[in-house]
């Protein structure tokens, strides 16, 4: 059964886009096929795999604004990884909120959209906007499972209350499926006072008991220079504390169910 | 004249936020009367300033769905420190895109709201959520600048290009006033050579030149501590570097004039 994650935080920066093409090669390098959904209309993830995007690839934008029989075939494409392919995300997503705004159904157009290929992979991981917006809310609705990068910064861990809430709105009026798959500490750094800190109080606070990962991704810039180079980190610089930090998150994210 | 500026990119977690709070405090340390407006469902600013936010306090969330007579001014909360005001954000501003949706002139709420006050105040710093969504819109129709946060890494570099597409549509269609005050890297690491490399890019790129700050914004543990210590870093901790940078900002910032 494929496992359908959200990789989603709304505040920006934690180190979701890091963590969709890390996780997803990671996983790939394990043997799993992923598909990697990109629903930012940055379209980081697909920089980060190095997928060139032209303006006339079909991509998510017409998939939830056009939906057509086997669209989403078309809108798939392989990276240089092998089991590890993207669909690609689009500039003009910014604007299929208000495409979409008297749509019925509009929530569930991504899901519809990936009924017919879900089957082929063994996991599907979907990046998401640092906002709460339509395109969000459709990667909710796909989903079975959300993955949520927290950056050991004061903001990020008061963030996690929001999307608590969120996500048991869309659970309860949308999605009866959705659950926590975890929360991953990011941007750890074991020198400074805040990093502890602030992973001490994700590890205590009793409403994330039993959600924490043990894995904790480092700040590190191997991290920063894979992305730029298009290659994940774990291809790219395999010596890295990054890469061992994403291999050692793909090993415990297999061996966790997600909590009902 | 009062400056209206606007801090904003639609890249997560470059230091918008830490931009409004702590260049906020430095100019009132400079005797100047400033007034922060957090168009930031997640209210960090509100929580850097170490104002409490209640469910029943007027919002800027307030003013652009509801504006009435004097609204404006029931919105002003003062902070611990002179000369430093805030209208502070609601998490109901999540909800208001969709709200004003179908209402005539909606990107006109924010500036019709602030109308009344601007004349109290030598400068207001507005700070933006990671989208461009109708309350960034908003905070471009209000603005007379916008000021631009640019992390020193790959994907807030590239960020910079639709940033400027759209700056030049609110131009050309809302707000003809509209210039670009500048660009100030953030979390510029002098250790890692992607920071180096990113902010090189910056300075050579014509597309950017004479927008670059010659001030750099350091990473520093101490503006982070800072902010949950909910105070900006040129009152928490004074002899830091983050308070340094943000100091020498301020100054910069006074010297120069947006490019029209
Ligand atoms: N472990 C890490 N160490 C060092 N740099 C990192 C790490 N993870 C991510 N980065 C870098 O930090 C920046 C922020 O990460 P990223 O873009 O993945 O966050 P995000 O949550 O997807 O942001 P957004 O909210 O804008 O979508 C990027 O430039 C990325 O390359
Ligand atoms: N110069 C700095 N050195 C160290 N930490 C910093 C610095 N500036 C900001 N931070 C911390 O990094 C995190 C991201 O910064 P911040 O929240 O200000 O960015 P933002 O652009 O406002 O994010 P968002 O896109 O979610 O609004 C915060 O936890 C902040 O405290
Ligand atoms: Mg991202
Ligand atoms: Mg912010």
Redesign the pocket.
Same mark, same amino acid.
């Given at each position: 059964k494929t496992r359908m994650v959200a990789v989603a935080?709304e505040?920006?920066?934690?180190?979701? &886009?890091?963590?969709v093409v890390n996780l997803a090669a990671a996983l790939a390098l394990e043997g799993k096929t992923v598909l990697v959904v990109d629903m930012?209309p940055?379209h980081?993830a697909g920089t980060g795999l190095g997928v060139e995007i032209t303006d006339n690839m079909p991509s998510v934008y017409d998939l939830i604004t056009d939906p057509g029989a086997g669209a989403v075939r078309k809108a798939v494409v392989s990276t240089k990884w092998k089991g590890l392919d993207l669909i690609p995300s689009h500039i003009d997503l910014a604007g299929a909120e208000i495409e979409l705004v008297d749509e019925e159904g509009r929530e569930n157009r991504l899901k519809e959209a990936l009924a017919d290929i879900i089957g082929h992979y063994d996991v599907v991981l979907m990046?998401t906007?640092?906002s709460l917006s339509l395109l969000t809310i459709n990667v909710f609705t796909a989903a079975l499972e959300v993955l949520i990068?927290c950056q050991t910064q004061p903001y990020a861990f008061h963030a996690l209350e929001g999307l608590f809430d969120t996500i048991a709105d869309v659970k309860a009026e949308i999605n009866d499926d959705l659950a926590i798959c975890g929360i991953v500490p &990011?941007?750890f750094d074991q020198r400074t006072r805040i990093s502890r800190d602030i992973l001490e109080r994700l590890r205590s606070d009793a409403r994330y008991r039993g959600l924490v990962f043990d894995t904790l991704?480092? &700040?590190? &810039?191997a991290?920063?220079e894979s992305?730029d180079a298009g290659r994940p980190v774990v291809n790219h610089r395999t010596g890295s504390s990054?890469a061992a930090?994403f291999k050692a998150l793909a090993k415990e994210f297999l061996a966790r169910r997600p909590h009902p």
């Amino acid at each position: 059964k494929t496992r359908m994650v959200a990789v989603a935080n709304e505040k920006g920066g934690v180190g979701k &886009t890091a963590m969709v093409v890390n996780l997803a090669a990671a996983l790939a390098l394990e043997g799993k096929t992923v598909l990697v959904v990109d629903m930012d209309p940055q379209h980081n993830a697909g920089t980060g795999l190095g997928v060139e995007i032209t303006d006339n690839m079909p991509s998510v934008y017409d998939l939830i604004t056009d939906p057509g029989a086997g669209a989403v075939r078309k809108a798939v494409v392989s990276t240089k990884w092998k089991g590890l392919d993207l669909i690609p995300s689009h500039i003009d997503l910014a604007g299929a909120e208000i495409e979409l705004v008297d749509e019925e159904g509009r929530e569930n157009r991504l899901k519809e959209a990936l009924a017919d290929i879900i089957g082929h992979y063994d996991v599907v991981l979907m990046d998401t906007p640092p906002s709460l917006s339509l395109l969000t809310i459709n990667v909710f609705t796909a989903a079975l499972e959300v993955l949520i990068p927290c950056q050991t910064q004061p903001y990020a861990f008061h963030a996690l209350e929001g999307l608590f809430d969120t996500i048991a709105d869309v659970k309860a009026e949308i999605n009866d499926d959705l659950a926590i798959c975890g929360i991953v500490p &990011t941007f750890f750094d074991q020198r400074t006072r805040i990093s502890r800190d602030i992973l001490e109080r994700l590890r205590s606070d009793a409403r994330y008991r039993g959600l924490v990962f043990d894995t904790l991704i480092r &700040t590190n &810039t191997a991290v920063a220079e894979s992305a730029d180079a298009g290659r994940p980190v774990v291809n790219h610089r395999t010596g890295s504390s990054g890469a061992a930090d994403f291999k050692a998150l793909a090993k415990e994210f297999l061996a966790r169910r997600p909590h009902p």
